[in-house]
């Protein structure tokens, strides 16, 4: 975790179904990544997928078992965000609550500042 204040947390859920996907690519060695991109119909894009290396300028959160890792640069952009993991009847996705996006699209990967 930083020392400089900027935070990224979990919650039980988003643990949860990291710790599902990490057993069942049968390595417990993986850590969700989460990037920001340029890019998307609001500016910025939230990117997930699963590393099993931290990089020099990378940051990681940890909750129960699971670790996240963000660059530092999309720790900028994400500081103070939670992410969750949601199930609902259209589908399940993980959310981004970040609390410096000024607008967000209406499929929640794509946000502006």
Do not use: W
């Not at 931290?54 to 959160?61: A, E, G, P």
């Not at 640069?73 to 410096?100: C, R, T």
């Amino acid at each position: 975790m930083p020392d400089d204040g900027r935070i990224l947390s979990l919650t039980e859920s988003a643990a949860r179904r990291i710790a599902e996907l990490r057993r069942a690519e049968h390595n417990d060695a993986l850590m969700l990544r989460i990037a920001v991109s340029g890019g998307g119909c609001s500016g910025f894009q939230y990117g997930f997928s699963f590393d099993d290396t931290v990089k020099d300028d990378d940051l990681t959160f940890r909750r129960d078992d699971v670790t996240v890792v963000v660059d530092d640069m999309s720790l900028d952009l994400l500081a103070g965000a939670e992410i969750d993991y949601v199930e609902e009847l259209i589908g399940a996705s993980f959310q981004v609550k970040n609390p410096n996006a000024s607008s967000s699209c209406g499929c929640g990967t794509s946000f502006a500042i």
